[in-house]
């Protein structure tokens, strides 16, 4: 299957939603625009490649992916420049990630052009969905899953493949407070902490409600053998300004590798300012809190861009984080993202795709 061979029917919706969405006042996740695109494999191809108006499935109650997990998705981001067209942000870093993610669950692999024309098609129908108020984005959800109506452990045959957006405002309202976990885990050596599966995030859901209910937004995960080593916040991939460097974990097995996480790497080595991605202990973290040395600790991800860290909690300790400043690094980099992702700053690094 090549981009020329890649047909698509395409139904429009007879009655558009747009005129019932506020676009001043976006609630993430809430609206969902007009159309989805979707493909199907079966007998070892992807076909019946189609956009339709967005609505409800029909799916057996045997269906492998409600019983067994085979599961993945991806989360990505559209714009709109100046001149009021759609801009896509490293769209091909999503399409390879949802591959290795689907390697991983012996799921089929998505061809590149499968992925990027039904995305883009998608785009150029929905473009009116796509908000140009500052702050806000449309939010874009691939996803794959099992769908043999088939009751038994083993790998489906058949798979949907689906993409739908949602115009989005901001994750967070304010900066979130985030406590360090240190019963639970999120991942394992030689588990799936690495892709982007549905079973990861239902696993969280309940330690997560815990530090809600102690007054915080989320958690720091640490790693499952000795809670020593910090690894994510949440859906969000964490880093550090400490000492005039950057500071992140290193991609692992048990790590999700973030294209945002990546992006504000590569910035800060453009700038010249010196990045170390490693294992970064608790302690290391704790004791620059309690010295007034840690000038930021932020959460890193599609969803939330860049999200400073009002409080890091630690053995029933509250540690109260620096006010970010205005020339600090942490808005520095989420004020050039932005500009990048809305065609204000120029794409040295190639990143951007005009829809």
């Known amino acids: 299957m090549t981009a020329d061979t890649v047909q698509i029917e395409v139904q429009q919706t007879t009655q558009s939603r747009l005129q019932e969405v506020d676009f001043n006042n976006l609630v993430f996740g809430r609206n969902i625009?007009?159309?989805?695109?979707?493909?199907?494999?079966?007998?070892?191809?992807?076909?019946?490649?189609?956009i339709v108006p967005y609505g409800d499935l029909s799916l057996s109650p045997a269906t492998a992916a409600l019983h067994y997990g085979q599961a993945i998705f991806e989360?990505?981001?559209?714009?709109?420049?100046?001149?009021?067209?759609?801009?896509?942000?490293?769209?091909?870093?999503?399409?390879?990630?949802?591959?290795?993610?689907?390697?991983?669950?012996?799921?089929?692999?998505?061809?590149?052009?499968?992925?990027m024309n039904g995305l883009t098609e998608l785009l150029r129908l929905d473009a009116g969905w796509v908000p140009s108020q500052p702050g806000c984005s449309l939010y874009i959800r691939p996803y794959m899953f099992a769908t043999d109506p088939y009751i038994g452990v083993k790998a489906s045959d058949s798979y949907y493949f689906i993409i739908f957006t949602s115009p989005v405002g901001t994750y967070y309202a304010k900066p979130p407070r985030v406590k360090v976990?240190?019963?639970?885990?999120?991942?394992?050596?030689?588990?799936?902490?690495?892709?982007?599966?549905?079973?990861?995030?239902?696993?969280?859901?309940?330690?997560?409600?815990?530090?809600?209910?102690?007054?915080?937004?989320?958690?720091?995960?640490?790693?499952?053998?000795?809670?020593?080593y910090i690894e994510e916040s949440?859906?969000?991939?964490?880093?550090?300004?400490?000492?005039?460097?950057?500071?992140?974990?290193?991609?692992?097995?048990?790590?999700?590798?973030?294209?945002?996480?990546?992006?504000?790497?590569?910035?800060?080595e453009h700038w010249g300012i010196p990045v170390e991605e490693r294992r970064i202990s608790v302690k290391e973290i704790i004791d620059a809190l309690k010295a007034g040395k840690l000038e930021a600790a932020f959460g890193?991800?599609?969803?939330?861009?860049?999200?400073?860290?009002?409080?890091?909690?630690?053995?029933?300790?509250?540690?109260?984080?620096?006010?970010?400043?205005e020339d600090s690094f942490v808005n520095r980099v989420k004020n050039y993202l932005t500009d990048l992702r809305t065609g204000k700053e120029e794409d040295i690094f190639g990143w951007m795709l005009k829809v």
């Open 33 to 50: 625009s007009d159309h989805m695109f979707i493909a199907e494999y079966k007998n070892g191809q992807w076909q019946d490649l189609r």
């Open 75 to 115: 989360g990505m981001k559209a714009y709109k420049n100046d001149a009021g067209e759609v801009l896509l942000f490293r769209a091909i870093d999503n399409w390879k990630r949802l591959n290795k993610s689907a390697e991983r669950l012996c799921m089929p692999q998505i061809p590149e052009e499968v992925f």
């Open 181 to 228: 976990e240190q019963h639970f885990i999120r991942a394992a050596e030689g588990g799936v902490g690495a892709t982007k599966c549905a079973g990861n995030y239902a696993g969280s859901l309940y330690p997560a409600k815990l530090a809600q209910q102690e007054g915080y937004d989320q958690l720091i995960w640490t790693d499952a053998r000795d809670h020593e």
């Open 234 to 268: 949440g859906t969000m991939n964490i880093m550090f300004m400490l000492d005039g460097k950057l500071l992140t974990p290193h991609v692992s097995e048990t790590t999700l590798d973030g294209i945002t996480r990546k992006s504000i790497v590569a910035i800060a």
């Open 300 to 325: 890193a991800g599609t969803a939330v861009v860049i999200s400073p860290f009002a409080t890091i909690a630690y053995e029933g300790v509250d540690y109260a984080l620096p006010e970010i400043k």
